[in-house]
């Protein structure tokens, strides 16, 4: 499978992302925001960082540089599409995928290890994992509180489109483990389709032996062992 | 015709907005404690060139709904000043 890593101006772990796949064994390319071509990617990702430093909303203008047309084009026509972070508050601005995050309830910038726990097994990135394992992986966002209209969150839930929830280390999903005041603990999430993923945790941030923490690759690995 | 458009966006009434709770929160650290609420949005404004009021409604209204404004968590309104 071959890996596309979009880069906008602003963006901050593409290294880290394209590191990480081809840790696994797979091709990685950037690509560079201002071209159109996504050179025959199969999987594309729009990585963490600060596109186009947050201005107006976190995504809102990186949604519409020249790649986004055919990321958007990719991902209508059933191409397997990845949000980290900030790619995650760009797709939901892109309507790729449903609802919006907003700013943290706490008001602060939060960078620290939370745990999650998967809502379905049903998605290329949560196929290959431990459904009763909380896995640790960091969160680094200031506008990361999920949310939707109650029609949208109970369409998530009848779908099965609740990737990630926030959980603590014992797997608990509850207010206490819910770093950002997302509803329902939601951390991440899939498009109706099943080829669009979205969330907020940085899977490529624990993916190192050195970092003393691969949570985040078992995540990754789920992709790639398809 | 040139037109000046004054648009404020806000976040939902429904929506917890933390800035504007902070912000509260130090208006009455600072005594000022007739204030019961604070909800923090953005003022953009736009000039912009159309051959009617009408029309530049349209542009504005269609700006919004497709950039400044995220209609899932805000909610937008403007007026219109001919120049």
């Keep these: 499978m071959k890996f596309g890593v979009v880069v906008f101006p602003g963006s901050n772990c593409d290294d880290d992302t394209v590191g990480v796949i081809e840790s696994l064994g797979h091709q990685a390319v950037k690509l560079w925001h201002k071209q159109t071509s996504l050179e025959n990617c199969d999987f594309i990702i729009v990585p963490g960082g600060f596109s186009y430093g947050d201005y107006l909303r976190s995504g809102a203008i990186a949604r519409f540089s020249p790649i986004m047309e055919n990321v958007i084009k ?56 431990d459904a009763n394992k909380a896995y640790k992986v ?40 819910n770093p950002n005041g997302s509803l329902e603990n939601i ?29 985040g690759l078992e995540i990754l690995k789920s992709i790639v062992n398809c | ?43 953009i404004q736009l000039q912009l060139e159309a051959g009617s009021e009408a029309e530049a409604n349209q542009i504005v209204t269609d700006a919004c709904k497709k950039l400044l404004a995220n209609i899932i968590m805000e909610e937008f309104e403007f007026k219109l000043i001919q120049l």
């Design chain 1, 74 to 129: 990719h991902a209508n026509e059933g191409g397997y599409l990845m949000g980290i972070c900030n790619g995650f508050q760009v797709l939901v601005e892109a309507h790729l995928l449903p609802g919006v995050l907003l700013r943290n309830n706490s008001q602060k910038f939060i960078s620290k290890n939370i745990y999650l726990k998967t809502g379905t097994q049903n998605s290329l990135l949560t196929q290959a994992l």
């Design chain 1, 138 to 177: 960091p969160i680094a966002h200031a506008e990361g509180r999920y949310f939707a209209d109650e029609k949208t969150i109970q369409t998530l839930k009848d779908n099965d489109q609740i990737l990630f929830y926030y959980c603590d280390e014992n797997g608990n999903i509850n207010e206490n483990s």
């Design chain 1, 187 to 215: 951390a991440g999430i899939c498009n109706a389709q099943r080829n669009v993923f979205g969330m907020m945790p940085h899977p490529e941030r624990a993916a190192d032996i050195a970092l003393n923490n691969v949570d």
């Design chain 2, 1 to 43: 015709m040139k037109f000046l458009a004054e648009i404020n966006v806000m976040p939902q009434k429904e929506i917890l907005d933390p800035q504007g709770k902070a912000v509260k929160i130090g208006l009455q650290n600072l005594g000022i404690n007739q204030v019961s609420d604070a909800r923090i949005g953005k003022h």
